[in-house]
Every structure is written in C-alpha cells, then in structure tokens.
C-alpha cells in the first residue's frame, strides 16, 4: 500500500515540473514575442490626395508597405516616402493628364499636380503678359483640364505713303473769259508708323502710331480767264448787221454762249434784190437749209483756218448751193464779186447763238 502511494506522489510531482516546464518555455516566447514586436514594430502613415490613413508594418520597403496595404501603385504615380521620427510617411501622387493647346498644336502633359504655370513650363510653352490664357496662372489642375494659350504679339511697321495733292481753282482777269489753264501738282510723301496686333499669327487690328511729313504736296491750279471780249471791242467781221447784245468771245474769238455749232463747207454769193425772208441782202444776212438751221436763227460764223471772221449774222434766205449732203452748210453774203471769189470755198463753224 506504502508503495503505490509513493508511485502516485512521484508521478504527480513529475507531472507538475513538466507542465512548469512548458508554461516557462510559452512565457519566455511570448515575452520574447512581445519585445520584438515593440522593437521592429513600423508605423507608417499613407497620404493619398485628401485621404491618408496609418498603417503598421515591421517592413520598411515602400514597394512592400504599400503592397501589404492594399495600395495597388504603377509607373506613371509618384510615390514619396519621407521619415519623421518614428513614423513613415508615404505620398502617392497620382498623375492626370492636362493640355495645352498653342494655336493648332496640342501637348499632353502628365502631372500629379500644380497650377496652370506649372503645366506650362512642363509643356515647354513660354508666354507673356500680352497672350490670352483661358484659366488665371495660379488656377489648380485637375485631371483633363484643357488649357488654351492664343499667342498676341504687336508689330510695328513704317511706311512710306502719298499724301494726295488737291485741285484749287483761281480766276484771272489776265487771261481771256472761257479760257483755262490747268498747272498740274504734285503728291507729298509721309512716313507713316502703324502697330498692328496678331491674334494666333493673324492680324486682327490696326492702329496708326505717327505720321511724319516728309514733303509737301503741291496742289494743281485751274485758272479760269474772266477777261471778256465783244464784237464792240472793234473785231474784223465781215457782217454789217449788229447784234442788241454785244457777244462775248473767247481768246480765240469763239462765242462763249451758243446752243450748237455747225461746222462744214462755206460757200459765198453777192447777188439777189430780196431773201426768202423778205428783207433785203446785205452781208450778215446768209443762205441756210432752214431744216437744219430754221429761219431767224442768231449765229455767228468764222472760218476754221481762222482767216475769215464773217461775225454776227441772220439766217435769212435759202442757199441754192447749201446741201448738207456734199457737207455745203452755208452760203455767204458779200459785197462784191471779187469777195466771194476770194473767200471761193471753205470750212466754217456756225455757232447757233440761240
């Protein structure tokens, strides 16, 4: 009986130191647990555009970090790891995609963030003051924000432009009434400044800067003559009649005033006791188709060649040689036989007076 008992008391007390043995061997382990755990243990904070969150990791890789916590990331993310202190900091910056558009060409930038500025210089676009930009400088970027530039340049150009010479006209009482003369001028030069703006390369405004006088323009001159002439200013004519008006002529001694002129072949004659008119002939009184020129008519005639002035005269009879389809207009009264024969044929101008 003794004996059995001491069997059991040894087995208990066997039992107790193996079971002793096994709580010291699991405390030391997960004391030793516990130690690595607070030493190795890393804490890292995530920031994610406005989002971040803290993560615990005994690694230290960014790459793996972020693969143990769920952030998938690729080539084109930007990813920043920063230590403070204790804590790990990583920034992922995911990168969009922004245009600039320059007249026809557009380039697409990648870039996880920024203002428009900063897409510019990333694209290579250089601009100034004077260009159009859709969006302020400072604007934030956002994922497929397409930002416009129009460049506006200003160029001056100066050139060298007529000025136009006017027309003036004067009065001389020097110079025959009917009679003008015409100087002819000529244009001036200036130098004008223009500043003409480009829109995208094409002009769309421009402004005049300055003009400078260079030379003067001279004006060109009519002179209209107002010395008037008559038939009382003692003019040779051959006609006896007179007319109640004096006729005013020119400096060549054509009428001023008349209604037509009638030019063709004279003829001349100095016999007959009465016209078709009824009055008697007398030099002033000449033969006319009347169809042409009616009866009554006030002319005054002279000869192209400017030998004969025949002077003031009355159609007043029918001429047997006038017959305006040989060209034969008149037929002339004279004194004598000796004055027809000299005067024989020639080409007149008949001024219809009224």
């Not at 004279?266 to 016999?271: K, L, M, N, P, S």
């Amino acid at each position: 009986m003794l004996n059995k008992l001491s069997n059991c008391t040894a087995r208990l007390i066997r039992g107790f130191l193996l079971r002793k043995t096994a709580l010291t061997i699991f405390l030391v382990t997960l004391a030793v647990a516990i130690v690595m755990l607070f030493t190795f243990r890393n804490t890292v904070v995530i920031h994610e555009g406005d989002s971040s969150f803290t993560f615990r990791t005994m690694s230290t890789d960014a790459s793996a970090i972020l693969m143990a916590a769920g952030v998938d990331v690729d080539d084109s993310d930007q990813v920043i790891t920063l230590k403070n202190g204790g804590i790990t900091e990583i920034t992922i910056n995911r990168l969009f995609d922004v245009a600039v558009t320059v007249g026809d060409k557009t380039t697409v930038v990648k870039i996880p963030s920024g203002t428009v500025s900063d897409a510019l210089e990333q694209a290579g676009v250089s601009h100034d003051q004077d260009d159009m930009i859709n969006y302020d400088l400072d604007y934030p970027l956002s994922a497929g924000l397409i930002i416009d530039v129009i460049p506006v340049d200003y160029l001056y150009e100066t050139l060298s432009e007529s000025v136009p010479k006017n027309s003036e006209t004067v009065y001389s009482s020097a110079i025959a009434k009917g009679k003008t003369t015409v100087t002819e001028g000529a244009d001036g030069v200036k130098l004008v400044t223009y500043c003409k703006k480009l829109v995208n390369g094409v002009v769309t405004e421009t402004t005049l800067v300055s003009e400078e006088l260079v030379t003067e323009p001279v004006n060109s001159t009519q002179t209209v003559g107002t010395k008037a002439v008559s038939t009382s200013d003692k003019v040779a004519c051959i006609s006896e009649i007179e007319p109640s008006t004096p006729i005013e002529l020119d400096v060549s001694g054509r009428p001023i005033s008349y209604s037509k002129v009638v030019t063709g072949s004279g003829t001349a004659y100095y016999t007959g006791t009465k016209t078709s008119t009824g009055v008697a002939p007398r030099p002033g009184y000449i033969a006319v188709d009347p169809k042409v020129i009616p009866y009554g008519s006030k002319l005054y005639i002279v000869s192209t060649d400017g030998k004969y002035v025949y002077g003031y005269a009355i159609a007043a009879d029918t001429g047997g040689f006038v017959n305006y389809n040989n060209n034969t207009v008149a037929d002339l009264f004279f004194n004598t036989r000796s004055e027809c024969i000299n005067f024989g044929r020639r080409q007149v101008e008949i001024y219809v007076l009224n």
